[in-house]
């Protein structure tokens, strides 16, 4: 039997040797389907990659507390524009929530940074200096400042990247520099290493760290002293953050005053809400490639059917000749069986090709990243064979269902 | 010693629409191991309809057909396909070779349904080839041999299965007078190996190879008779 496969497969490929044309053509639909599917989950994965990056940039495990909105005669404000949530919140969430590594707290105000003669607006934020522990920032010069900063309300500020490239020379040194916010004159203590695009587009780097009582105090000029844009906190564990969260609700509310009916004055998001929003964006790119794979399977595989279906007509009296030396029905399926997946896998293979070429041209000319996984090569694989045997097995039948004396007849 | 074709009563009934069509009409005959056979008869008289029964590609509707002692009207197909493969050797008036595939790969065709090792199946085929005069030309495709050549490779495909029947079917039909001879030559050489042959044909002097000639008309046997003794027709 095996010397009569593989006897079968090369007759099959001289067969299709011989018809280059149409066997490139019938191919066509497999080369084009599985090589967009190469290609866009390769793009996809990439871009999935690369999200996942950029979320895990945000810190580990981290927690996040916005306020909730203010509402005057009915009209409500946006999110965090309630002045709900306090420090001492996150000092007594941290007592009281064990599971919580640490809190940390800021609040921002966007404002113009003067150095010299050069100027720049960025986002100025009032943190505490758990605030960078837990957002897992870390410093390419320089260092963090301190509790006791915070506590003396220190004019120390650290700077992005993007703050670094704007208000300075090439080549210059920030740390030890003198910068002004508001005309306060704030001594830049650390250089925060680069982070890149946030999951939602924005510049990490373009970012001012001063502590919070100063800001508050020196900078913002806040009538309502105490008082967060956010909070922050962290778990150990990832599986711990759900059980976090309800605890951190629980002695919010309990905090806050909020009775039974009474809704949250605060919303809670955490790392993993964040990410399965783009988890979701992925899926439904994910489902569209299927669907355009499958598309293009079905009409490959409607070609292969079609070309088999001629192949047999055309070959009707080498079928008759087959059947009268002994061909047993089997024979004559396997034949045209072979035949099909012969095609589809060539077809499949091309595409493969054509697919992780288009992948790695999109990296090169588009700069997107691009991830060819060894799995997807394989699914498509078998997807040619799956859609070589299926769209073979009816003009197979049909092949072996002759009648040996018609065959033999057939002009 | 059972004889190696023995049809008792076969009939063949064909419908057409509503016309019934009998090809064959309570047919009987017998043939022994090592005859050579000429069945006669003009078109429409039901030869053709014998010949694919005798060949087990086709079945009586009435009556039996044992081939070998086995009866083989109740066969399925892969059975019947079984024993053309292992029993019966076919020649076709135009060849029916497998366009686009060397002599050698044409002559291996059944033992390729045989499930033997490629290098038997090359052995055989060339020496089936060999035994038919083809050596040299195992690589040569249908279209770059004559039509004798080309009914060569076919016998040479008939014979290489060893087969106990080598069923011909108007085999010179096609060819020359030239080549006639010459396949007429390899088939009486295979009978006088021992292998039986039946021949179809309506040509006299090549149904005067056979040492048996049967006549059949409206799907009976008609006259059965020895030919004229071969030595006489030779060299015609």
């Known amino acids: 039997m095996s010397a009569f496969i593989w006897l079968t497969v090369i007759t099959a490929l001289r067969i299709l040797g011989r018809n280059r044309l149409r066997a490139g053509l019938t191919m066509l639909g497999i080369v084009i389907g599985v090589a967009a599917v190469i290609a866009m989950v390769g793009i996809g994965e990439g871009a999935k990659r690369a999200v996942q990056a950029q979320i895990a940039t945000m810190g580990t495990n981290v927690i996040i507390v916005f306020p909730g909105f203010t509402s005057a005669s009915g009209v409500r404000g946006s999110q965090g524009t309630a002045i709900t949530l306090t420090v001492s919140d996150a000092l007594d969430l941290k007592k009281r929530v064990p599971l919580l590594v640490d809190t940390g707290w800021s609040r921002r105000d966007v404002m113009q940074i003067v150095n010299g003669n050069r100027n720049w607006n960025s986002p100025v934020n009032g943190v505490s200096p758990s605030y960078l522990t837990i957002r897992d920032w870390s410093f390419s010069s320089g260092g963090p400042f301190t509790q006791t900063d915070l506590d003396s309300a220190a004019r120390v500020a650290l700077i992005g990247q993007t703050i670094v490239d704007n208000l300075f020379d090439p080549g210059e040194e920030p740390v030890g520099a003198i910068i002004r916010l508001k005309n306060v004159p704030f001594r830049v203590i650390g250089v925060l290493s680069p982070k890149g695009q946030s999951a939602q587009g924005s510049d990490q780097d373009d970012v001012i760290f001063i502590p919070f009582?100063?800001?508050?105090?020196?900078?913002?000029?806040t009538s309502f002293i105490g008082s967060v844009g956010a909070m922050f906190a962290s778990t150990d564990q990832a599986e711990d953050l759900p059980v976090a969260v309800e605890q951190?609700?629980?002695?919010?509310?309990?905090?806050?005053?909020?009775?039974?009916?009474?809704?949250?004055?605060?919303?809670?998001?955490?790392?993993?809400?964040?990410?399965?929003?783009?988890?979701?964006?992925?899926?439904?790119?994910?489902?569209?490639?299927?669907?355009?794979?499958?598309?293009s399977l079905l009409v490959g595989g409607i070609g292969i059917m079609n070309i088999l279906l001629v192949s047999v007509t055309e070959r009707t009296k080498e079928i008759g000749v087959r059947m009268a030396v002994g061909a047993k029905r089997r024979h004559i399926v396997m034949q045209f069986l072979i035949e099909a997946m012969t095609l589809s896998?060539?077809?499949?293979?091309?595409?493969?090709?054509?697919?992780?070429?288009?992948?790695?041209?999109?990296?090169?000319?588009?700069?997107?990243?691009?991830?060819?996984?060894?799995?997807?090569?394989?699914?498509?694989?078998?997807?040619?064979?799956?859609?070589?045997?299926?769209?073979?097995?009816?003009?197979?039948?049909?092949?072996?269902?002759?009648?040996?004396?018609?065959?033999?007849?057939?002009? | 010693m059972n004889p190696l074709i023995e049809c008792n009563d076969i009939w063949k009934i064909y419908r057409v629409g509503d016309m019934e069509v009998q090809a064959l009409r309570g047919l009987s005959l017998t043939i022994e191991q090592g005859e050579f056979v000429a069945i006669m008869g003009s078109s429409g008289s039901g030869k053709s309809t014998l010949m694919n029964i005798l060949g087990c590609l086709d079945q009586p509707t009435k009556g039996y057909y044992r081939l070998n002692g086995v009866e083989v009207e109740n066969l399925r197909r892969d059975q019947l396909a079984e024993i053309r493969n292992q029993q019966i050797g076919f020649v076709f008036q135009s060849f029916n070779l497998i366009p686009r595939t060397s002599a050698l790969e044409n002559a291996q065709l059944p033992l390729f349904y045989r499930g033997l090792s490629l290098k038997e199946q090359r052995a055989k085929a060339a020496a089936a080839l060999q035994r038919v005069g083809l050596s040299g030309r195992e690589h040569h495709y249908p279209t770059q041999l004559s039509g004798g050549q080309q009914q060569r490779?076919?016998?040479?495909?008939?014979?290489?299965?060893?087969?106990?029947?080598?069923?011909?079917?108007?085999?010179?039909?096609?060819?020359?007078?030239?080549?006639?001879?010459?396949?007429?030559?390899?088939?009486?050489?295979?009978?006088?190996?021992?292998?039986?042959?039946?021949?179809?044909?309506?040509?006299?002097?090549?149904?005067?190879?056979?040492?048996?000639?049967?006549?059949i008309k409206d799907g009976q046997v008609l006259t059965d008779r020895p030919t004229k003794t071969r030595t006489q027709t030779v060299g015609v």
């Not at chain 1, 609700?249 to 905090?255: F, G, I």
């Open chain 1, 213 to 221: 009582t100063t800001a508050e105090r020196k900078v913002f000029g």
């Open chain 1, 248 to 295: 951190m609700r629980e002695v919010l509310r309990a905090r806050h005053r909020l009775q039974g009916e009474q809704a949250d004055d605060f919303t809670i998001k955490t790392q993993v809400d964040i990410g399965r929003v783009q988890e979701g964006t992925s899926q439904t790119l994910t489902i569209m490639l299927f669907s355009i794979a499958s598309v």
């Open chain 1, 345 to 411: 896998l060539l077809g499949g293979a091309l595409g493969i090709v054509l697919g992780v070429v288009g992948a790695k041209l999109t990296t090169i000319v588009a700069g997107w990243p691009t991830v060819i996984s060894s799995d997807v090569i394989v699914v498509a694989f078998l997807f040619s064979l799956a859609v070589g045997l299926f769209f073979g097995l009816y003009p197979a039948n049909k092949a072996a269902r002759l009648n040996p004396i018609d065959a033999l007849r057939y002009e």
């Open chain 2, 153 to 215: 490779v076919a016998i040479a495909r008939a014979l290489v299965t060893a087969p106990s029947l080598l069923l011909a079917d108007e085999p010179t039909g096609n060819l020359d007078t030239q080549s006639s001879r010459e396949i007429m030559a390899i088939l009486e050489g295979l009978n006088r190996e021992g292998i039986t042959v039946i021949l179809v044909t309506h040509e006299v002097d090549v149904a005067a190879y056979a040492h048996r000639e049967i006549v």
